[in-house]
């Protein structure tokens, strides 16, 4: 359209450049064609929301003011290189005008997170019990890495975070950062205030899907606000509190270590002090990481997997290695059995069980889950037929069942995008 | 409805020498509509979050009906801010959307229903009570947003430039239900905006602030000279 200006647009990649400038930025975003549309998101945001396919990606598109989409990019971008797990930025639109030339909002636009769901859609999905409670597990574990950065979110909810699944449980991330601030470490009052909006948004979450009968009137949405508080003081106290234990405790620095593992975090620095009688230390953890489990398969397997999912392979793996008289098929043949170090158990089990998984899985079937959240679903399925069976189900028999019974059978969850309107 | 003493107050963000607010004095009157007007930087933003307990002050205390509340929780503060939660929840009625924080706060359901009647009755919003957000105009949602603050009757409701992030359009209208439920529930407020204009809309009294300095307390009618001090000073 001849007179048009073109809006200001900054693409983190240049080859998303072309195809984000032909898009009709002189409109409002809420009068765009349904046909560049792939969908409406279902939920609660304040902001007009769409999803356009750009390739073969998705992207969402939010419209704000010119500062605020600046601003939630550089946050964004920041997050995510502090390894928080959130939306990826991919672009931001500012000085947008109509053909008439009246200012328009500007625009972020963020990678679809492949995978995903919002909270609303796992009610309608999940037979599993306590949905509820897994999702505010989530969150806690979300808000305490984000706090650990020095994040201070202004605007808890679970309408502003999306869920993955995660074996039993799910991983948060981030989706929505326009109300929060960076620090170099937050006060106490800024890690109160998150947690006293977090309790309320939960609540009036929860409520929400009760009056549009989408959850069971039993659950208890105050509840679930206050399970959020609870989850993550206790996650938060075993982060960072400080303990004092005799000269003769050392043992007890490894049963710390170990508890921080067990949730999922390692522990990168350590400061202990004695103090000046000698009689006692002090010790504290100074840097945590996050995905302790993750990280180790990846060192061992180059597998990339949520937390959870990466302790359900890693168990796997050690059961595997364990079996009576397993040797590896590299040393296998019957003959003695020798102790496999902990590469080379990882590389049998790639070969003999996570491989021979993954590629038996159809290409239509590819999008229902994760890689890692069919390994899980394979591992528990397996391990229900067991039981039914009361024997030990070879792998290639217990794929063949769990990809006819169970796999087929569930939802595409690759690209969750609700069409009604609200 | 509750006053606000400031004695002393000063704030230096970590890692930085420069303090942010300088040491300063200021009480804020029962049911007062107190401005803090200066440009980006000058600190008001940075005094409401100490009033709000997001800030630890370095020095000074925070003393709401003369009890000192500087080193209180966020919690024990009775302090609220406008637009804290800002989602309107697309399946409950406006009546729950207003009185679900009760709730979770633990008011009785009779107590809750009192006071969303009351709110409603004195903004005009009466009749939709029963209607959900998808209903109602954007005015009328900015509305409910701004009284989900004032069902919870704090001592103290601060506000952030609430309406920066605004269109042109609903900026004046926000500005004046803003006026209009401070003036109708007496709620002592503290009202940060680098807009004059604003402020001498909505002002009882303006705290002029530059570079982190309480530069003078006035009415409304004086500010105009009091910024041209200011300017003088400056330039």
Same mark, same amino acid.
């Given at each position: 359209?001849?007179?048009?200006?073109?809006?200001?647009?900054?693409?983190?990649?240049?080859?998303?450049?072309? *195809? +984000?400038? #032909?898009?009709?930025?002189? $409109?409002? %975003? =809420? &009068?765009?064609?349904?046909?560049?549309?792939? !969908?409406?998101?279902?939920?609660?945001?304040?902001?007009?929301?769409?999803?356009?396919?750009?390739?073969?990606?998705?992207? *969402? +598109?939010? #419209?704000?003011?010119?500062? $605020?989409? %600046? =601003? &939630?990019?550089?946050?964004?971008?920041?997050? !995510?290189?502090?390894?928080?797990?959130?939306?990826?930025?991919?672009?931001?639109?500012?000085?947008?005008?109509?053909?008439?030339?009246?200012?328009?909002?500007?625009?972020?636009?963020?990678?679809?997170?492949?995978?995903?769901?919002?909270?609303?859609?796992?009610?309608?999905?999940?037979?599993?019990?306590?949905?509820?409670?897994?999702?505010?597990?989530?969150?806690?574990?979300?808000?305490?890495?984000?706090?650990?950065?020095?994040?201070?979110?202004?605007?808890?909810?679970?309408?502003?975070?999306?869920?993955?699944?995660?074996?039993?449980?799910?991983?948060?991330?981030?989706?929505?950062?326009?109300?929060?601030?960076?620090?170099?470490?937050?006060?106490?009052?800024?890690?109160?205030?998150?947690?006293?909006?977090?309790?309320?948004?939960?609540?009036?979450?929860?409520?929400?899907?009760?009056?549009?009968?989408?959850?069971?009137?039993?659950?208890?949405?105050?509840?679930?606000?206050?399970?959020?508080?609870?989850?993550?003081?206790?996650?938060?106290?075993?982060?960072?509190?400080?303990?004092?234990?005799?000269?003769?405790?050392?043992?007890?620095?490894?049963?710390?270590?170990?508890?921080?593992?067990?949730?999922?975090?390692?522990?990168?620095?350590?400061?202990?002090?004695?103090?000046?009688?000698?009689?006692?230390?002090?010790?504290?953890?100074?840097?945590?990481?996050?995905?302790?489990?993750?990280?180790?398969?990846?060192?061992?397997?180059?597998?990339?997997?949520?937390?959870?999912?990466?302790?359900?392979?890693?168990?796997?793996?050690?059961?595997?290695?364990?079996?009576?008289?397993?040797?590896?098929?590299?040393?296998?043949?019957?003959?003695?059995?020798?102790?496999?170090?902990?590469?080379?158990?990882?590389?049998?089990?790639?070969?003999?069980?996570?491989?021979?998984?993954?590629?038996?899985?159809?290409?239509?079937?590819?999008?229902?889950?994760?890689?890692?959240?069919?390994?899980?679903?394979?591992?528990?399925?397996?391990?229900?037929?067991?039981?039914?069976?009361?024997?030990?189900?070879?792998?290639?028999?217990?794929?063949?069942?769990?990809?006819?019974?169970?796999?087929?059978?569930?939802?595409?969850?690759?690209?969750?995008?609700?069409?009604?309107?609200? | 409805?509750?006053?606000?003493?400031?004695?002393?107050?000063?704030?230096?963000?970590?890692?930085?020498?420069?303090?942010?607010?300088?040491?300063?004095?200021?009480?804020?009157?029962?049911?007062?509509?107190?401005?803090?007007?200066?440009?980006?930087?000058?600190?008001?933003?940075?005094?409401?979050?100490?009033?709000?307990?997001?800030?630890?002050?370095?020095?000074?205390?925070?003393?709401?009906?003369?009890?000192?509340?500087?080193?209180?929780?966020?919690?024990?503060?009775?302090?609220?801010?406008?637009?804290?939660?800002?989602?309107?929840?697309?399946?409950?009625?406006?009546?729950?959307?207003?009185?679900?924080?009760?709730?979770?706060?633990?008011?009785?359901?009779?107590?809750?229903?009192?006071?969303?009647?009351?709110?409603?009755?004195?903004?005009?919003?009466?009749?939709?009570?029963?209607?959900?957000?998808?209903?109602?105009?954007?005015?009328?949602?900015?509305?409910?947003?701004?009284?989900?603050?004032?069902?919870?009757?704090?001592?103290?409701?601060?506000?952030?430039?609430?309406?920066?992030?605004?269109?042109?359009?609903?900026?004046?209208?926000?500005?004046?239900?803003?006026?209009?439920?401070?003036?109708?529930?007496?709620?002592?407020?503290?009202?940060?905006?680098?807009?004059?204009?604003?402020?001498?809309?909505?002002?009882?009294?303006?705290?002029?602030?530059?570079?982190?300095?309480?530069?003078?307390?006035?009415?409304?009618?004086?500010?105009?000279?009091?910024?041209?001090?200011?300017?003088?000073?400056?330039?």
């Amino acid at each position: 359209m001849p007179g048009l200006r073109p809006p200001q647009i900054y693409a983190v990649h240049r080859a998303d450049y072309g *195809a +984000i400038a #032909e898009l009709p930025w002189h $409109q409002p %975003l =809420r &009068e765009w064609s349904e046909d560049l549309l792939g !969908g409406l998101p279902r939920g609660i945001s304040r902001h007009v929301v769409r999803f356009v396919e750009i390739g073969d990606e998705v992207l *969402a +598109i939010k #419209e704000t003011d010119d500062r $605020q989409a %600046l =601003r &939630e990019f550089d946050i964004l971008g920041v997050l !995510g290189n502090l390894a928080v797990p959130t939306v990826e930025p991919r672009a931001y639109i500012t000085e947008r005008t109509t053909a008439e030339s009246a200012k328009l909002p500007g625009a972020l636009i963020t990678a679809y997170l492949d995978f995903s769901l919002p909270y609303r859609a796992l009610f309608s999905r999940s037979l599993a019990e306590d949905t509820a409670g897994r999702l505010v597990d989530a969150l806690a574990v979300l808000l305490a890495r984000l706090h650990l950065v020095g994040f201070y979110w202004g605007d808890v909810s679970l309408s502003n975070t999306l869920f993955r699944r995660d074996a039993d449980a799910y991983a948060a991330y981030v989706v929505d950062a326009e109300t929060g601030e960076l620090h170099d470490q937050l006060s106490n009052g800024q890690r109160q205030m998150d947690l006293r909006i977090a309790r309320t948004n939960i609540a009036g979450d929860f409520l929400d899907l009760q009056a549009g009968g989408i959850i069971d009137p039993t659950i208890d949405p105050l509840a679930a606000g206050q399970r959020l508080f609870e989850a993550y003081n206790g996650l938060w106290a075993e982060l960072t509190r400080v303990e004092e234990f005799s000269v003769n405790e050392r043992w007890r620095i490894d049963e710390r270590i170990r508890r921080l593992n067990d949730l999922g975090f390692d522990l990168g620095e350590l400061t202990v002090t004695t103090d000046l009688d000698g009689v006692s230390l002090l010790v504290e953890p100074k840097v945590v990481e996050p995905n302790h489990h993750s990280r180790r398969l990846l060192r061992l397997t180059g597998i990339g997997a949520n937390e959870n999912q990466a302790r359900t392979m890693l168990n796997d793996l050690d059961s595997h290695r364990s079996a009576p008289g397993y040797t590896g098929g590299a040393h296998g043949s019957g003959e003695l059995p020798a102790e496999l170090s902990e590469d080379e158990a990882a590389k049998a089990w790639l070969e003999e069980v996570y491989k021979p998984l993954i590629a038996a899985i159809p290409d239509n079937l590819t999008r229902k889950l994760e890689p890692g959240q069919i390994f899980y679903e394979f591992v528990e399925h397996r391990r229900v037929m067991s039981r039914a069976r009361q024997r030990d189900i070879p792998t290639m028999e217990a794929i063949a069942y769990f990809i006819v019974d169970y796999l087929a059978n569930l939802p595409d969850e690759s690209r969750y995008v609700d069409t009604q309107k609200f | 409805m509750s006053t606000v003493s400031l004695n002393g107050l000063s704030h230096t963000y970590e890692n930085t020498v420069t303090p942010s607010v300088q040491p300063f004095n200021l009480f804020i009157d029962d049911g007062e509509f107190l401005v803090l007007y200066g440009p980006s930087g000058s600190g008001k933003s940075t005094i409401l979050r100490m009033v709000h307990g997001l800030e630890a002050p370095k020095t000074g205390s925070i003393l709401i009906d003369g009890v000192d509340v500087t080193h209180a929780a966020v919690n024990d503060r009775d302090v609220t801010l406008a637009l804290e939660s800002y989602a309107l929840y697309p399946h409950m009625s406006v009546r729950d959307n207003l009185g679900f924080a009760l709730r979770v706060d633990g008011l009785p359901a009779e107590e809750i229903r009192e006071r969303v009647e009351s709110v409603t009755s004195k903004i005009g919003l009466s009749g939709i009570l029963d209607a959900v957000p998808g209903d109602l105009s954007q005015l009328q949602r900015q509305t409910i947003s701004l009284a989900r603050a004032v069902v919870r009757q704090p001592k103290v409701l601060i506000m952030d430039e609430p309406v920066v992030n605004l269109v042109p359009e609903h900026q004046a209208e926000t500005l004046r239900l803003v006026k209009d439920l401070q003036q109708e529930f007496g709620l002592t407020t503290l009202y940060a905006t680098a807009d004059l204009e604003d402020a001498k809309v909505l002002g009882d009294r303006i705290a002029f602030l530059d570079h982190g300095r309480l530069i003078g307390v006035e009415k409304p009618e004086v500010a105009e000279a009091l910024v041209a001090s200011i300017a003088d000073v400056d330039s």
